[in-house]
């Protein structure tokens, strides 16, 4: 090793490294606790060595030395025991190691010169106390200032050294072997000293790299709350999140608290997703994600509830005028072309509003009552916004009653059955029977299907009115004629019920129906709702030969891909575009298209609604021959099998 690293090694172990912050703030922490000891441990060795040596040394030495010495020791104890020192700033943390460093030093060398000039007087005892407080009181020092090693080496070469060179230069046998024994310890002691030190900045180390993990831990941790309250897709809040803010708002509302909630569904979603595909759904929802955040602004929570649906809590909109006229932004603003990556659609939304506190006071009913207006906007205004209202709540407990009066109601014997014929107008044949269904409730009276059957869906109780429904139809069918078909309706949720579909397969070979002659009809949202689990479904009940008719067909989101890929047997065209036949011609137009595409696919196209001749004269005209309506015969009990010829002349 050359003269110059030799050099620079010294000195580093007497420099103060900067480089670790921590460490230097660990050392002044541990220093201000131990320096005071320091302090009085040399404040009780001096005077216990000046009392032995009182009559015998100069009393300059025993005395008025002492006195100065334990006042430099009582004044910087009790300074540094008062001492606030100022761990998080890191200037004054390397100041104080410095004057540490200095003060070692000095000190050092103030007790060592005077126990040396003491040492001259006396008999050996003394002379050994000497020596004895020399070597007992460094130690002492050296374990206060072990955790700052410059001032540690500092008093072990200033002391040892002095002490070492003092005796090991003597004439006196033992001491030069005290000496050289002291010499051997000085090595230990500087090794101690240094190991000491690695391991306290090891444990530093450790503890920052602790810390540094549980601020890891604790930022993850946020990160994932944050996350587990963001849509992932769009980057909104989620329904966790919307519900959490719901109720915090309800919460913490005050007499005079006014705000509202609003929930947004985006009418034409599902054909995008099934006919475009998913990555085409997504970039749809993430859009209009952005069209509603451009318009409601940042401060407003707005989260996807899930779907296509989106949830917006207004705690700076109450008045009923201001939510319409904000209602018909957020609709004029998704019912405007998406452009996607590939290709250009176009969908609309429905929008629901409840107001705080005038129509619920806690954050389920809130949510409730906007759901329901979004419903009542979807069924009866599709494309614009509902604010819910006193005739609102009506409803509800009108479904609720129905709710319950379902619950209690003996279905099987208070559901019964009508049929209405459809007519072949080439043959005047009846050629097969659509099943109504009819509920006379001991509670409520005479309840029309289109008001029982969505609070049936959406409770859950549909599937056991169709099974109830089903049984008796098959049992009717058992005295008509073999050549008579019928049609049944079946709900969105029972197209995807894979169970419910093999029980109708069963009861139809139960009872000895051949499967040709029934016709389940299902409309366009018995497959938006699960296109894959409908098709499988429909698929299962046309394998095991029954038929399969799509009822309401162009009233909805209907498309191409859906009358090929479900294969369906039976077209039925909604009534909404038979009634304006007669004086419409555009009307004409769209009905002879989709009989003429009935008849290139080799399926049945029924009309139905027809309740006019002029209606049945323009759609014979069209082409049209399979009709239904209560021009020819209303819904009956009794099934009406005579053709048209016999009722002419009836």
């Known amino acids: ?35 005071p000891v320091l302090y009085m441990l040399l404040l009780a060795n001096a005077v216990a060595l000046a009392y032995t040596h009182y009559g015998v040394a100069p009393d300059w030495l025993t005395i008025y030395a002492v006195l100065v010495l334990a006042t430099v020791c009582i004044v910087r104890a009790i300074a540094w025991s008062r001492a606030t020192v100022d761990i998080d700033d890191f200037e004054a943390c390397v100041g104080h190691l410095r004057r540490i460093r200095i003060l070692a030093v000095t000190v050092a060398v103030l007790f060592t010169a005077w126990a040396i000039t003491m040492f001259d007087y006396g008999d050996a005892y003394q002379q050994g106390h000497v020596a004895y407080f020399i070597s007992i009181t460094v130690v002492g020092c050296i374990f206060c200032l072990v955790n700052f090693p410059p001032a540690a ?13 003092f005796f090991g230069f003597s004439a006196n046998e033992v001491y030069v072997a005290i000496a050289v024994n002291m010499a051997l310890v000085s090595v230990m002691i500087i090794q101690i000293i ?5 391991n306290f900045a090891g444990l530093i180390d450790s503890q920052l790299d602790l810390e540094e993990q549980h601020k890891t831990t604790i930022e993850l941790s946020r990160q994932n709350e944050a996350l587990a309250l963001i849509d992932p897709l769009t980057g909104l809040s989620n329904r966790r999140a919307f519900f959490a803010f719901l109720e915090d708002t309800v919460s913490k509302s005050v007499p005079g608290t006014q705000f509202a909630v609003a929930m947004i569904d985006l009418d034409g979603f599902k054909p995008v997703n099934d006919v475009h ?33 989106f949830g917006v809590v207004l705690t700076e909109h109450s008045d009923a005028i201001e939510l319409i006229d904000l209602g018909q932004s957020l609709c004029a603003a998704l019912n405007r072309p998406f452009a996607l990556s590939s290709i250009s659609v176009q969908v609309s939304a429905s929008l629901g509003f409840a107001t705080f506190p005038n129509v619920a006071r806690s954050s389920n009913g809130l949510f409730e009552r906007a759901d329901f207006a979004l419903y009542h906007a979807k069924k009866n205004c599709p494309g614009e916004p509902v604010l819910f209202a006193a ?57 029309s299907p289109g008001t ?62 051949d499967p040709s002659r029934v016709t389940f009809e299902v409309t366009e949202t018995a497959f938006l709702r699960d296109f894959a689990a409908a098709r499988t479904s429909m698929r299962y009940l046309r394998t095991h030969g029954a038929r399969i008719a799509l009822d309401d067909f162009g009233i909805g989101y209907s498309s191409l891909r859906y009358v090929h890929e479900l294969e369906f047997d039976v077209l039925k065209v909604d009534r909404s575009f038979v009634k304006p036949l007669p004086g419409n011609e555009r009307s004409q137009r769209i009905v002879k298209t989709v009989i003429d595409m009935c008849a290139n696919l080799g399926i049945d196209c029924i009309l139905e609604g027809i309740e006019t001749d002029q209606q049945r004269d323009v759609i014979i005209g069209l082409g ?8 020819f015969a209303r819904p009956d009990r009794e099934p009406q099998l005579a053709p048209l010829s016999d009722m002419l002349k009836s």
């Open 153 to 165: 080496m500092l008093v072990v070469v200033i002391v040892l050294g002095t002490f070492v060179l």
């Open 452 to 513: 029982f059957f969505p609070v049936a869906e959406k409770t859950g109780q549909v599937n056991f009115l169709t099974r109830v429904l089903f049984e008796k139809l098959l049992v009717d069918m058992a005295d008509w004629p073999v050549s008579v078909a019928v049609s049944f309706n079946l709900s969105a949720r029972d197209i995807i019920l894979s169970d419910t579909v093999e029980w109708l397969i069963d009861q139809i070979k139960l009872h000895g129906i």
């Open 277 to 309: 595909g998913h990555p085409a759904g997504d970039e749809l929802l993430v859009l209009a994600g952005e069209r509603l955040r451009r318009i409601l602004g940042p401060e407003t929570l707005l989260a996807r509830l899930g779907g296509d649906e």
């Open 194 to 198: 240094r190991s000491f030190y690695a």
């Open 1 to 35: 090793m050359t003269v110059g690293k030799f050099g620079q090694r010294v000195a580093d172990i007497f420099k103060i490294h900067t480089e670790k912050p921590e460490l230097i703030r660990a050392q002044v922490k541990a220093l201000s606790r131990q320096i």
């Open 391 to 447: 005739h609102h709540e009506t409803l509800i407990r009108h479904d609720s009653q129905i709710e319950q009066a379902l619950r209690k109601a003996d279905l099987s014997s208070e559901l019964t059955l009508f049929y209405q014929p459809v007519y072949d107008l080439g043959s005047g044949e009846v050629v097969s029977m659509e099943a109504l269904a009819r509920w006379d409730s001991v509670l409520m009276g005479r309840v």
């Open 624 to 631: 049209g021959q399979l009709m239904q309506g209560y021009f």
